[in-house]
């Protein structure tokens, strides 16, 4: 069974950085695309940013587009989201999950708390 667990999540200031972290137990990671999504108190969860198996392909939402960075690294089946300039919308619960090309997202990680100070 496949598990995703996310880890780097805390508080920080505005314009401040950090770094979160997606384990994965699956064997087939590399077969995986990857994804940042994240949900705010009071409001639906929301897409942040994908990653293709291979890492060579990512796409981004417009509110973080240019300030966060998606990468993996399949050896450590590990996926991570690098957030800079960080804004006080960007607050949520962050979740890491996962899909196969062609299917819906159907492994989600239990979340790590995001909170950006005014």
């Known amino acids: 069974q496949v598990q995703l667990v996310e880890s780097g999540g805390g508080l920080v200031q505005t314009g401040g950085s950090l770094r979160l972290s997606c384990a994965a137990s699956?064997?087939?990671?590399?077969?995986?695309?990857m994804g940042w999504f994240r949900q705010a108190p009071g409001k639906e969860r929301e897409f942040v940013a994908t990653?293709?198996?291979?890492?060579?392909?990512?796409n981004y939402s417009d509110s973080v587009k240019g300030r966060f960075t998606i990468s993996r690294d399949n050896p450590k089946k590990t996926v991570h989201l690098q957030m800079n300039s960080l804004k006080p919308e960007d607050t949520a619960v962050y979740y890491c999950?996962?899909?196969?090309?062609?299917?819906?997202?159907?492994?989600w990680g239990q979340g790590t708390q995001v909170t950006v100070s005014s």
């Open positions: 699956a064997r087939t990671f590399s077969l995986y695309v």
């Open positions: 999950a996962a899909r196969l090309v062609g299917r819906p997202y159907d492994k």
């Open positions: 990653i293709s198996g291979s890492g060579a392909i990512t």
